[in-house]
């Protein structure tokens, strides 16, 4: 096995506990890897830094190609931009993925839920282009380039191809918003027309889509769709298998890749060891497939499922006391 060199982004919050926790579960499962630790976000400001994302965070992104991230607190309505929408357009990574599916010993009110959410990750309302134009009025434009739109759309197809998916739903709203989601919709349609023909094809008005999402999840498989609808449809659907504390997320680029947990920073916790780590345990197994070091992501997969399954261990947002190291230690053990 080659020794990796990984970016490892620790966060705020409860984020330095999760990450610690996760760095022993990949250790333990065999990856030869170099942590790279740097700040962003309000940790970044505490340590002296002038931007809650440093350019040296940023250059060692850019140099060793993939970052793993804990969560970084954003303030509502005042304050600094977010790291993540950040993080997203300095290093064009257009394509946010996150599995979400059924884990045995979660319980939840749907069985067999097994979709993959792809997001367009730098346009959209995302872009942050907001005026006021008199004093109590503003205005914020979504932003929708062709480019974008397919190279999205091709992303998804060929990573749904890849995985050997089944079916590529896009969500949209092209019946009101007709040159932006228009857009969106006949560059997806074009690619799967030109390219693709062998995968099965929908087109959903959003609206009518999450209706069906919570009436018969199990009917959806690779789910697509721009950058601000992407952002709600993904949380919604963690909630059918259990929350955001067990999916993982990731921020797919051409020339770099960020792998984080897309929960919050939780600070009303942080500090207490009893934060659950398997969001960014499940996010840093995605990011060892995407490494290509399949056999030690399988095994952690093959931890964290039995561990749940078991259900003897569990933190306190899945019914239990366990304290975040205790969860950790389940994982390794239950990976042999």
């Known amino acids: 096995m080659a020794k990796h060199t990984i970016v490892l982004i620790p966060g705020d919050g409860i984020g330095p506990e999760v990450t610690n926790a996760t760095k022993r579960v ?36 850019r140099a060793h190609k993939v970052a793993l991230k804990g969560p970084v607190t954003t303030p509502v309505g005042k304050g600094f931009t977010s790291v993540n929408v950040q993080l997203r357009k300095k290093l064009n990574l257009y394509a946010a993925v996150r599995p979400v599916r059924s ?68 969500f949209h709203k092209a019946n009101i918003m007709k040159l932006t989601d228009g857009m969106f919709l006949n560059s997806a349609r074009k690619i799967y027309e030109d390219e693709y023909p062998n995968i099965e094809y929908e087109e959903v008005i959003i609206d009518a889509g999450c209706m069906k999402l919570v009436q018969n999840p199990d ?29 993982p997320g990731s921020n797919i680029g051409d020339d770099a890749a960020v792998f984080e947990a897309v929960h919050g920073s939780a600070p009303d916790i942080a500090g207490k060891g009893i934060a659950n780590p398997l969001a960014l345990v499940m996010t840093a197994e995605m990011m060892i497939h995407h490494i290509g070091e399949h056999a030690v992501g399988d095994k952690i997969r093959k931890g964290y499922d039995a561990v749940l399954a078991d259900g003897a261990v569990k933190t306190k947002d899945l019914g239990g006391s366990a304290t975040t190291d205790q969860f950790a230690d389940a994982i390794i053990a239950k990976m042999g």
């Open 219 to 247: 009917r959806m498989d690779v789910l697509l769709m721009e950058n601000l609808y992407g952002d709600l449809v993904s949380d919604l659907c963690a909630g059918l298998v259990g929350g955001l504390g067990v999916v």
């Open 26 to 61: 990949v250790s333990a499962a065999g990856l030869s890897v170099d942590w790279v630790e740097l700040p962003a976000g309000a940790a970044a400001i505490e340590q002296g830094f002038d931007s809650v994302l440093p350019e040296r965070t940023l250059a060692a992104i």
């Open 103 to 170: 884990l045995a010993g979660v319980k939840t009110r749907y069985e067999n839920v097994d979709m993959i959410i792809v997001r367009e990750n730098t346009e959209g309302l995302y872009s942050g282009i907001e005026n006021e134009v008199v004093p109590g009025v503003v205005t914020s434009m979504k932003v929708a380039s062709e480019a974008a739109c397919t190279r999205i759309a091709r992303y998804a197809f060929r990573y749904a191809t890849k995985r050997k998916r089944k079916k590529i739903t896009v």
